[in-house]
């Protein structure tokens, strides 16, 4: 798959998988539950974040700017 596809389809999955998680989250008093959902959306947010900064990296084919301070 190309990348650009690629990134923008971990945006798109890991979107509606963060909603799967939070629908099924409702309604369950079990602490474990809570802690496993609550890890797993921060996960996926940092794999929204990441994706949206790379597509942002590359634009156009060319490199804006780096991600890596020197």
């Known amino acids: 798959m190309p990348t650009k596809v690629n990134r923008r389809t971990n945006i798109i999955i890991a979107a509606v998988y963060i909603l799967y ?3 099924n989250l ?3 008093n079990w602490m474990h539950m809570v802690f496993d ?3 797993e959306v921060v996960l996926l ?3 929204i ?3 949206w900064i790379l597509i942002l990296t590359y ?3 060319k490199r ?3 991600l ?3």
């Open 37 to 39: 959902a609550v890890v």
């Open 64 to 66: 804006l700017f780096s």
């Open 21 to 23: 998680a939070l629908f």
């Open 49 to 51: 974040r990441y994706s």
């Open 45 to 47: 947010l940092f794999s």
């Open 68 to 70: 890596h301070c020197s």
């Open 26 to 28: 409702a309604g369950e």
């Open 59 to 61: 634009v156009g084919g």
